[in-house]
């Protein structure tokens, strides 16, 4: 070791002298980005799966609340409403707040009168082919006029921050026997 003139001792050497290296401000820059750079990521990812679940929930309540709609008319009602759409076989649901995909309205509702269908047809595990009319037979193409049982099938289909997506669910309407 060497002394300045002030007795002082004085370190010599580059492993010695005072303040950061460039090497050690490039480690410290590099180890602050990658930290940045995960944790906006993890921000972006967050948004993103906040933004989808809010698409869903839309989608559900606007298809839930038709369906609700749709229940409170009771099966003939339904059909009667059916009897309306001049040719149409299913409901479009407005579903405001969510781009709709190409492909058609977002929100649909299709009462399903063809005992005929499958449920790999339909998508939903429904124990399609079923007796749709009471007659002991799932053979008939259009039960319209003399269902009692009626499933409304409900989708939605957007497109959206996760791409296109489509939720699918059911309900069933029954007509009440008559003794």
């Known amino acids: 070791m060497l002394t300045n003139q002030a007795g002082q001792e004085r370190r010599t050497g580059p492993c010695h002298e005072f303040g950061m290296s460039l090497v050690e401000i490039m480690v410290a820059m590099g180890t602050f980005a990658t930290v940045l750079v995960m944790i906006t990521g993890t921000l972006i990812t967050s948004e993103q799966v906040r933004r989808f679940s809010e698409e869903k929930s839309l989608a559900h309540k606007a298809l839930d609340n038709e369906l609700a709609r749709l229940q409170s008319l009771g099966l003939q009602g339904v059909l009667d409403e059916i ?56 053979t008939n193409f259009d039960t319209s006029a003399t269902a009692t049982l009626l499933p409304l099938l409900a989708w939605a289909t957007w497109t959206g921050v996760a791409g296109t997506q489509t939720i699918r669910t059911v309900v069933v309407l029954h007509r009440p026997k008559v003794n």
Not at 105 to 114: K, V
Not at 130 to 138: A, E, T
């Open 83 to 138: 009897a309306t759409l001049g040719g149409a076989t299913e409901f479009t649901v407005p579903i405001p707040g969510i781009d709709r995909a190409a492909t058609g309205p977002s929100g649909r509702i299709a009462p399903l009168t063809d005992e005929t269908l499958t449920d790999t047809d339909i998508g939903l595990p429904l124990g399609m082919p079923r007796d749709l009319d009471g007659d002991g037979l799932s």
